[in-house]
């Protein structure tokens, strides 16, 4: 039940197009729900988060998408550029004190190509 | 620099020697959270504390792992007579409350153990 599931594992994307990965949770509990952008030898950087208050986020060329019935959300990268090359988690927690643990996706390493 | 502070970066140990890994939170932040990423899988929660206190430690390996965070100084993860499994990567994450925001991540310490 803490489980978070993110597909796809991997990613390729032309400079410019859309990048969507998802997400799903099982655990009623969460609500806060991060993503975490993370390149190799660095630790996850804070990209955006959304609580089940509202559907929809964005910030920049980033938007979070939720629904809140079906339980999942996704990340849009909208006109991906190479530098977004990276690997991207997905995570969530629950807003009480001892449960504020983030629960991690196993990530989507992303390729965007030129 | 006024992020999270890890040291060391990379640290190799010998099986049946001690690790000590250290984390210094973000100013202001109270709350720190340590994370354990194995190679190309996502990271697992270990131990969340806050000052002199061990908030949840359900992620923590029941034996040879322990973990501190006193009211002076750094917080400290110890591992005890390491052995081959040990080898990860381990994240710090501070946050200025426990309750479910946002939490910033340091670049980690590379545990490699011969």
């Known amino acids: 039940q803490q489980q978070v599931k993110q597909s796809p594992q991997s990613l390729i994307v032309q400079k410019g197009g859309i990048s969507i990965i998802n997400c799903a949770y099982e655990?009623?509990?969460?609500?806060?729900f991060p993503w975490y952008q993370q390149f190799p030898g660095k630790g996850p950087a804070l990209l955006i988060a959304i609580r089940p208050d509202v559907s929809e986020k964005k910030e920049g060329r980033f938007t979070i998408s939720f629904n809140k019935s079906a339980k999942q959300f996704s990340l849009h990268i909208m006109d991906s550029q190479p530098g977004d090359s990276a690997t991207y988690f997905c995570a969530a927690s629950a807003d009480t004190g001892t449960a504020s643990k983030l629960t991690f996706g196993t990530g989507t390493r992303l390729q965007v190509t030129l | 620099n006024a992020g999270v502070m890890q040291n060391p970066r990379h640290l190799v140990r010998r099986r049946g020697q001690e690790a000590r890994l250290r984390c210094s939170p973000m100013k202001g932040h109270s709350h720190v959270y340590w994370y354990r990423q194995l190679p190309e899988e996502g990271l697992k929660f270990m131990v969340y504390l806050q000052k002199e206190n061990i908030i949840d430690e359900s992620g923590m390996p029941k034996e040879r792992f322990s973990a501190e965070f006193p009211k002076e100084g750094p917080s400290i993860l110890r591992i005890q007579q390491v052995v081959r499994g040990d080898s990860a990567a381990y994240f710090c994450?501070?946050?200025?409350?426990?309750?479910?925001?946002?939490?910033?991540f340091g670049d980690g310490t590379r545990l490699s153990i011969l």
């Open positions: 655990n009623t509990a969460f609500d806060y």
């Open positions: 994450a501070s946050s200025p409350t426990g309750l479910g925001g946002p939490q910033h």
